[in-house]
Nanobody, 126 residues
Framework: QVQLVQSEGRLVQTGDSLRLSCTAS????????MGWFRQGPGTEREFVAG????????RYADSVKGRFTISRDNAKNTTYLQMNTLKPEDTAVYYC???????????????????WGRGTQVTVSS
């Protein structure tokens, strides 16, 4: 069994920065591709960022490229999402996800990930 524990949510202002964390337990973290998804008010869950097992490959949604950075520290079994220049449109519940299926390519679909964190509420005020 894999458990993903996320950091607490925050209320921030437009232009602020925030770092989310996701710590995994239960299996070897190095076997997992990791991703971040988000779901805003009245929207479907969408892909935000993904990272390969040792961090050599990252992928981002067009809406966050240049502002968000995904990273991982395998010694701490933790994945991070650094969010800069936040906008009200970034307001959402952010979910950490893990793919332990031995897939070779970082996926961008919710169905690619079998383990999920409980979500972190990020609210960006204007």
């Amino acid at each position: 069994q894999v458990q993903l524990v996320q950091s607490e949510g925050r209320l921030v202002q437009t232009g602020d920065s925030l770092r989310l964390s996701c710590t995994a337990s239960g299996r070897s973290f190095n076997t997992a591709l990791m991703g971040w998804f988000r779901q805003g008010p009245g929207t479907e869950r969408e892909f935000v960022a993904g990272i390969s097992r040792y961090g050599g490959t990252t992928r981002y949604a067009d809406s966050v490229k240049g502002r968000f950075t995904i990273s991982r520290d395998n010694a701490k079994n933790t994945t991070y999402l650094q969010m800069n220049t936040l906008k009200p449109e970034d307001t959402a519940v952010y979910y950490c996800a893990g793919d332990y299926s031995l897939r070779a390519v970082v996926g961008e679909l919710s169905s690619n990930y079998e383990y999920w964190g409980r979500g972190t509420q990020v609210t960006v005020s204007s």
